[in-house]
């Protein structure tokens, strides 16, 4: 029965975030961050608490007033945070429940993760505490209700025996101190709820706390919005205990169990309640099963490096990787972005739930696995293509300076950037990086520097006509100007064989390139590689003396410019129309090259079904498309 739910359940939730993927794209997919957004909400509810504290009279005479002066007295500034106060704390309570189903649903609560699931069932009953708790506070006839319903419900304890409820015979039976209890309960639960949140994310390696700036951004807007069109008010005037309330509005999300309060005996909601409760916390252990001894623990040998993680039963070699700080690339954790790929050289692993358009059937066949979602059934081998041995770097934000720029062909910008504090970044030739515009979209420009050479970033920039930041690199911007990006990302990386290497690179695809062939020439790489470069006229082959050099320094390097646009009257002497099929005129047979592509989409979409047609391995092409507008794989270079 668990096992059918829960297969029904990640069926739904695989093909919401599929949706959510075309609607947002994988890095902002809001059920990717699920966590980080409940630690966003949280921040929000405790913020607009403060302010709304300052102003709030502790007395039973003057709680409602105090709360109605700060709603209609200052709109602007009481009335609005109330609002968001409310509307955060129903929405933290959502992406809670959504966070445990989703973690149900993927059967992600067993074995180490045991700890984050029960901290977790906690939190929510914290929540709803602090919850109901806040809506006493304003002392109206919802408050009348809740506080009543709340201690008749507790007067079933043994221990209570009516004692609590008979507080509220009288109106005069309440008194200042009650109030004393209520703030001090309200802001004493939340400090624990912080606490646990903490405690609760010790466990996950490398854990988020702050969801992408766009999501925040927007959810923040939201409910400021939903608090302007629907703020929330006080029900029915201060509350009148000799009349009890008829009609009120609820709040369904923190209120949910109060009317089961008055429809069944209290001793059948505790029951319930302990239940519910108790199911919650024994579910990493169901069904019962007959202990098979203490779990082995598995190796992973993660390759270049040949650094060795040891993983424990049911852990993703992400998870085991990050725990033992090897610096694996990834994004969304969730099988949802294909930042995480690897191959599997040895060993067996169970692929789990991933986005089939970032994991297709053709990699699967090639051995490759995503490493957030793929758990080792025993010792296994893997190569990480953006890892570099030992000096790739996780994936963070950075704030950069423009050191210099120099213009290389009328549209080809070269763009120099240093960190501060002579901070520098690591990355695997053939990278790339996000520069962050302050609208939260993304450009993404490759290295063009090797790994070596990372004093200062890189960049080769080419004017497209209407491109917001390409016009800006031409037109406005300076040295000394400070550039936000993400990095590094990307998979385009050299990886290990002996076969040659056919480089494609269209126009400023040559960037990446040139990292990877700095690079291999640093190493020492003895295979032979040929680079074809294609560009419309002979003035855009911006580098052409550079690869010239290569080739008359290094014996395994020859390069072939093909123009594909050019004139009679402009000289060009060398090869003409499209570069593809230069290599494919030039190789018949590809069955025993190793070719690595980069440029427009339309290029790279041309040439790789005709490689594969000419007898190339689909094992060994290797691409990296590019386009003007933002794409799910890769944001635009515009």
Same mark, same amino acid.
């Given at each position: 029965?668990?096992?059918?739910?829960?297969?029904? %359940?990640?069926?739904?939730?695989?093909?919401?975030?599929?949706?959510?993927?075309?609607?947002?794209?994988?890095?902002?997919?809001p059920? =990717?961050?699920?966590?980080?957004?409940?630690?966003?909400?949280?921040?929000?509810?405790?913020?607009t608490?403060?302010y709304?504290? #300052?102003?709030?009279?502790?007395?039973?005479?003057? *709680?409602?007033?105090s709360?109605?002066?700060?709603?209609? !007295?200052?709109?602007?500034?009481?009335?609005?945070?109330?609002s968001?106060?409310?509307?955060?704390?129903?929405?933290m309570?959502? @992406?809670?429940l959504?966070?445990?189903l989703?973690?149900?649903a993927?059967?992600?609560?067993?074995?180490?993760?045991?700890?984050?699931?029960?901290?977790?069932?906690?939190l929510i009953w914290?929540?709803y505490?602090?919850?109901?708790? &806040?809506?006493m506070? /304003?002392?109206?006839?919802?408050?009348?209700?809740?506080?009543?319903?709340?201690?008749e419900?507790?007067?079933?304890?043994? $221990?209570?025996?009516?004692?609590?409820i008979?507080?509220?015979?009288? /109106?005069?039976?309440?008194?200042?101190?009650?109030?004393?209890?209520?703030?001090?309960?309200?802001?004493?639960?939340? %400090?624990?709820?912080l606490?646990l949140?903490?405690?609760h994310?010790?466990?996950?390696?490398k *854990?988020?706390?702050? /969801?992408?700036?766009?999501?925040?951004?927007?959810?923040?807007? +939201?409910l400021?919005?939903?608090?302007?069109?629907?703020?929330?008010?006080?029900?029915?005037g201060?509350?009148?205990?000799?009349?009890?309330?008829?009609l009120?509005?609820?709040?369904?999300?923190?209120?949910?169990?109060?009317?089961l309060?008055?429809?069944w /005996?209290? &001793?059948?909601?505790?029951?319930g309640?302990?239940?519910?409760?108790g199911l919650?916390?024994?579910?990493?252990?169901?069904?019962?099963?007959?202990? &098979?001894?203490?779990?082995?623990? %598995?190796?992973?040998?993660?390759?270049p490096?040949?650094?060795?993680?040891p993983?424990?039963?049911?852990?993703?070699?992400?998870e085991?990787?990050?725990?033992?700080?090897?610096?694996l690339? =990834?994004?969304?954790?969730?099988?949802?972005?294909?930042?995480?790929?690897?191959?599997?050289?040895?060993?067996?692993?169970?692929? !789990?739930?991933?986005q089939?358009?970032?994991?297709?059937?053709?990699m699967? #066949?090639?051995?490759?696995?995503?490493?957030?979602?793929?758990?080792?059934?025993?010792?296994?081998?893997?190569?990480v293509?953006?890892?570099?041995?030992? @000096?790739?770097?996780?994936?963070?934000?950075?704030?950069?300076?423009?050191?210099?720029?120099?213009?290389?062909?009328?549209?080809?910008?070269?763009?120099?950037?240093?960190?501060?504090?002579g901070?520098?970044?690591?990355?695997?030739?053939?990278q790339?990086?996000?520069?962050?515009?302050?609208?939260?979209?993304?450009?993404a420009?490759?290295?063009?520097s090797?790994?070596?050479?990372n *004093?200062?970033?890189e960049?080769?920039?080419?004017?497209?006509?209407?491109?917001r930041?390409t016009?800006h690199v031409?037109?406005?911007?300076?040295?000394?100007d400070t550039?936000?990006?993400?990095?590094?990302? &990307?998979?385009?990386?050299?990886?290990?064989?002996t076969?040659?290497?056919l480089?494609?690179?269209g126009?400023?695809?040559?960037?990446?390139?040139? +990292?990877?062939?700095e690079d291999a020439?640093?190493r020492?790489?003895?295979?032979?590689m040929?680079?074809y470069? !294609?560009?419309?006229?002979?003035?855009?082959?911006? %580098?052409l003396?550079?690869?010239?050099?290569?080739?008359?320094?290094?014996?395994?390097?020859?390069?072939?410019?093909?123009?594909?646009?050019?004139s009679?009257?402009?000289?060009?002497?060398?090869?003409? !129309?499209l570069?593809?099929?230069?290599?494919?005129a030039? =190789?018949?047979?590809l069955?025993g090259?190793?070719?690595?592509?980069?440029?427009?989409?339309?290029m790279?979409?041309?040439?790789?079904?005709?490689?594969?047609?000419? $007898?190339?391995?689909?094992?060994?092409?290797?691409?990296?498309?590019?386009?003007?507008?933002?794409?799910?794989?890769?944001?635009a270079?515009?």
């Amino acid at each position: 029965m668990i096992r059918a739910l829960q297969r029904l %359940l990640a069926w739904l939730f695989m093909r919401a975030e599929a949706l959510f993927n075309r609607a947002f794209g994988n890095r902002i997919n809001p059920l =990717y961050h699920l966590g980080a957004i409940t630690f966003f909400l949280f921040w929000i509810v405790a913020g607009t608490g403060l302010y709304l504290f #300052a102003f709030f009279d502790t007395s039973v005479s003057g *709680a409602h007033r105090s709360v109605e002066a700060l709603t209609h !007295g200052q709109w602007f500034a009481g009335g609005i945070l109330r609002s968001l106060h409310r509307y955060a704390s129903d929405a933290m309570v959502v @992406t809670m429940l959504i966070h445990m189903l989703r973690y149900f649903a993927f059967d992600r609560m067993r074995g180490f993760r045991w700890f984050s699931w029960v901290t977790g069932v906690a939190l929510i009953w914290l929540v709803y505490v602090a919850g109901a708790n &806040g809506y006493m506070l /304003p002392w109206d006839r919802l408050a009348q209700f809740v506080t009543i319903a709340s201690f008749e419900w507790l007067d079933w304890l043994p $221990g209570f025996g009516g004692a609590l409820i008979r507080n509220f015979i009288y /109106p005069t039976s309440v008194n200042d101190r009650l109030f004393s209890l209520l703030v001090f309960i309200h802001i004493g639960v939340p %400090l624990f709820v912080l606490l646990l949140m903490w405690v609760h994310v010790q466990r996950v390696p490398k *854990a988020s706390t702050q /969801p992408p700036r766009p999501i925040a951004i927007s959810l923040a807007l +939201s409910l400021l919005a939903l608090s302007l069109v629907q703020p929330a008010l006080s029900q029915g005037g201060p509350a009148q205990l000799d009349v009890a309330p008829t009609l009120l509005h609820f709040d369904w999300f923190l209120l949910g169990l109060y009317p089961l309060v008055y429809v069944w /005996p209290p &001793g059948v909601v505790w029951g319930g309640v302990a239940g519910i409760t108790g199911l919650l916390l024994l579910t990493p252990w169901l069904p019962l099963r007959r202990s &098979g001894g203490k779990a082995r623990t %598995l190796q992973i040998t993660v390759h270049p490096g040949a650094r060795h993680v040891p993983a424990r039963g049911g852990e993703t070699i992400l998870e085991a990787g990050l725990r033992a700080d090897v610096p694996l690339p =990834y994004h969304c954790r969730n099988g949802g972005c294909g930042l995480c790929v690897c191959t599997v050289l040895n060993g067996r692993v169970d692929q !789990g739930a991933y986005q089939p358009a970032v994991l297709t059937d053709a990699m699967r #066949a090639r051995g490759q696995a995503l490493m957030c979602c793929a758990v080792p059934l025993e010792d296994i081998e893997i190569e990480v293509p953006n890892l570099s041995a030992g @000096t790739a770097s996780p994936v963070r934000q950075y704030t950069g300076r423009v050191t210099a720029m120099e213009r290389l062909a009328e549209d080809v910008m070269r763009v120099l950037i240093a960190l501060p504090d002579g901070e520098r970044i690591a990355f695997a030739a053939g990278q790339y990086i996000d520069i962050l515009l302050d609208d939260g979209q993304r450009r993404a420009f490759s290295f063009a520097s090797p790994p070596h050479e990372n *004093a200062q970033i890189e960049l080769h920039i080419r004017r497209i006509p209407g491109g917001r930041f390409t016009t800006h690199v031409f037109d406005g911007m300076a040295v000394g100007d400070t550039l936000r990006f993400e990095g590094p990302l &990307g998979h385009f990386t050299l990886h290990e064989s002996t076969r040659p290497i056919l480089f494609l690179a269209g126009a400023t695809g040559f960037a990446p390139i040139k +990292s990877i062939v700095e690079d291999a020439f640093r190493r020492g790489l003895q295979r032979p590689m040929r680079l074809y470069w !294609g560009v419309r006229r002979p003035q855009d082959l911006y %580098l052409l003396s550079l690869t010239e050099r290569w080739q008359r320094e290094h014996a395994n390097f020859t390069v072939v410019p093909v123009v594909s646009d050019g004139s009679p009257e402009d000289g060009w002497t060398g090869r003409r !129309g499209l570069v593809h099929e230069a290599i494919l005129a030039d =190789y018949p047979d590809l069955s025993g090259q190793e070719v690595y592509a980069c440029g427009s989409t339309k290029m790279v979409e041309t040439a790789v079904p005709a490689f594969l047609a000419q $007898g190339l391995g689909e094992s060994f092409c290797f691409s990296d498309a590019f386009t003007t507008s933002a794409t799910l794989a890769k944001p635009a270079k515009t």
